[in-house]
């Protein structure tokens, strides 16, 4: 067959949903009246929303056909026995799944098998012990969404930790904490350090996009090891990398590197976690590009990926699994367990706080569709001609923006593409407190109705920090692309409407923070105001 340089389809549209025709002066009166947050516009009013990659996605019509087995049980719903098999599909068997999720869809009668195979499924030793082991050192924990994973981790382990040391202060170093896993570090009391790779920001050449990878999510492991040898490893409680690196321009980590990580963190027998959000995307990428795995299948990939590590939370909106879902699972008897069990079992200790503020084990605030629409996304999303498609489709829309001369980070990652801001103004008065990326995207919805958001100076809070931490921001635009949402059509369109306001750059408004500059995760919160000439 002929490479014709463009990927095979591997989806066609079910169901379609209109798009309203809205008027730029309907658009102008509603970003006044929502103080020009991109967060509270009506998303019904746009005609591309790039806002967010999270639960946007559209499932496939085999998950819409997974939400109608879906049991609304309070105690034990069905769903539950299959998400947690469907867990040990994904991260441990790699090409052996045993995919029970079959035996409800096809209406299995047999009770005996269906005891067997499924509702008296006892395992231990990995990340989702069953049967009677998930009663008594309980290892997984779904929940709403991958930032109540964050908070039931952090707030469960800092007081143990204060009790254990008074007087030490602790640190959680990744690769680059999303925004939710900081806050909820910090909010408990402990420290969140980043250890960005140091190419983060090397230029690469864009006719070398498909044929090499620099893996610039990658953690800086030199960075890591002084700094764990300054601190001391007693006072890092664990270690967290991020698949793929939302924060650093949504860059994949590659094997290598989390193999090196994992090695570092059994030296020193701190727990390393992932944050696996986009784990498959992430795999794609280590085929894609990483010496060794062009031949291996991406559940391969994620199996030897998940085996390195010791637990992982987890966003199920992320990678297309589902709209909505979260979770944490840790090895069982591994290095978490084993150091943060002194006083009674973790696991119990974390069930308990799942319990008095998600919801009970079986469900963790999830409805039973949701938790069917996540089991059998589980098995969608490590499928190869869509990951394909998908990662191809963010990189030509990378693509086509930098022959057009905007200033976009290359290569790009697999959820989305970011425009480098401070690039984008270079040559213009623009200063960083004038939060140019946050005028941007006010006129990119304003003019063309197209949603994005700034990652930069206003979300990060460059006015509120002390110049040190000041360095560490990254000025950014982001355009997170939904999966299975957007055509070629729309791509073009936000090109075309990128490129036009880049080329008048010059009449981008600088913005004022109008309410709320201090609020906690100001950027979804406070008041803009455009300083129109
Ligand atoms: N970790 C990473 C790397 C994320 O990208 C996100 C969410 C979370 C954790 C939190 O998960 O939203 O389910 O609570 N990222 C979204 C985004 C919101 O737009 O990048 P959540």
Not at 210 to 227: E, Q, R
Not at 327 to 354: A, M, N, P, T, Y
Not at 466 to 482: D, H
Request: hydrophobic content about 40%.
């Amino acid at each position: 067959m002929y490479d014709l340089g463009v990927p095979i389809p591997s989806k066609k549209a079910h169901v379609v949903r209109n798009i309203k025709e809205v008027s730029q002066a309907q658009r102008e009166k509603m970003l006044k009246d929502t103080e020009y947050s991109m967060f509270s516009f009506p998303a019904d009013m746009l005609i591309l929303d790039f806002l967010s990659d999270s639960g946007t996605s559209t499932m496939t019509d085999l998950q819409w056909a997974a939400i109608i087995h879906g049991d609304e049980a309070y105690g034990r719903n069905r769903g539950y026995y299959i998400l947690l098999d469907a867990i040990r599909d994904t991260f441990e068997r790699g090409n052996q799944p045993k995919k029970v999720i079959n035996l409800i869809l096809s209406g299995e009668t047999n009770v005996d098998r269906l005891m067997n195979e499924l509702y008296l499924n006892s395992f231990e030793g990995g990340f989702v012990n069953g049967g009677v082991h998930q009663l008594k050192r309980p290892n997984a924990f779904i929940v709403p969404q991958g930032r109540c994973a964050e908070y039931l981790l952090f707030s469960t382990i800092a007081p143990i930790l204060k009790k254990k040391y008074p007087k030490k202060e602790f640190y959680i170093p990744n690769n680059g904490h999303f925004d939710t896993t900081e806050a909820n570090i910090a909010a408990v009391g402990l420290h969140p350090v980043n250890f960005f790779s140091a190419n983060l920001f090397e230029e690469f050449p864009i006719d070398k996009i498909n044929l090499t990878n620099p893996f610039k999510g990658n953690m800086d492991i030199k960075g890591l090891k002084l700094f764990i040898e300054k601190e001391g490893e007693e006072t890092i409680p664990l270690i967290y990398l991020t698949i793929t690196n939302n924060t650093a321009a949504g860059q994949p980590v590659s094997m290598k590197n989390i193999k090196e990580v994992s090695e570092i963190a059994r030296l020193h027998d701190i727990p390393l976690f992932l944050d696996a959000c986009r784990y498959a995307e992430n795999a794609y990428f280590i085929k894609e590009f990483e010496q060794g795995y062009h031949n291996k299948s991406i559940p391969t990939i994620v199996k030897e990926l998940f085996s390195y590590v010791d637990g992982f939370t987890i966003s199920f909106k992320k990678d297309g699994l589902a709209n909505m879902g979260g979770g944490l699972f840790f090895k069982d008897k591994g290095v978490f367990h084993r150091k943060f069990s002194g006083d009674g079992d973790i696991g119990i200790h974390l069930k308990e706080k799942q319990i008095s503020t998600f919801g009970n084990d079986s469900y963790g605030g999830l409805s039973g569709r949701d938790i069917m629409a996540l089991a059998a996304g589980l098995y969608e999303v490590v499928k190869e001609p869509y990951l394909r498609e998908r990662i191809t489709q963010v990189r030509d829309f990378a693509k086509k923006l930098s022959q057009k001369g905007v200033p976009v980070v290359l290569p790009p990652g697999g959820h989305a593409i970011y425009l480098n801001i401070d690039k984008f103004f270079a040559g213009t008065d623009m200063k960083i407190e004038d939060f140019g990326g946050v005028g941007f995207t006010i006129e990119l919805l304003r003019y063309y109705g197209i949603r994005a958001c700034e990652l930069g100076p206003f979300a990060f809070e460059w006015d509120n920090k002390s110049p040190k931490e000041r360095e560490g921001i990254l000025n950014f635009v982001r355009f997170a692309v939904p999966r299975n949402v957007y055509n070629t059509n729309h791509i073009d369109y936000a090109v075309a409407a990128i490129t036009e306001l880049y080329q008048n750059k010059e009449k981008i408004p600088k913005v004022k923070i109008s309410r709320g500059a201090k609020l906690r995760l100001r950027h979804f919160q406070s008041g803009l105001l455009p300083l129109y000439k």
